[in-house]
């Protein structure tokens, strides 16, 4: 895989997702279609306007979502606090989009590297590669014992 990826490439996949409200309250999270390589736990790479953000993959009784998208995975982890910036809902204003508003979300490495975009507009994504399992392991362990 090359180092950067257009979103019209063959190699990335297209989802239309939607964006819907998050619980009770009125921000908007992600929608993620049946169709895509992720699970509910998963921790994935969500670009956002060229930002690699960190987000986490959950579920509820519609399926799978993102709640928000953070600029690393202490805030990602620790995201109740209300420490740091949702992104996603950053993103989300800065482009107009309210729930229930169709986007596509780009697959660019499955289960790792996803892209979020407007409908019809095109982008490059930077593409990273993804940790070594056993140093994220050991990563882990740190912040499982602070």
Known sequence: MSDRLASDADEVTTLRARLARSGGTR???LRIPDDASVSAGDEIRLVLDGDQRHAQVSSDAKGLLVRGAYDNRRLMREAASGEGENRLVEWARDHDRDPDDAVDLDEVDPGYLYGLRVPGERTVYAVTKRA????QDIADSLYDDS
């Open 27 to 29: 921000l908007p999270c």
């Open 132 to 135: 070594d399992k056993g140093l």
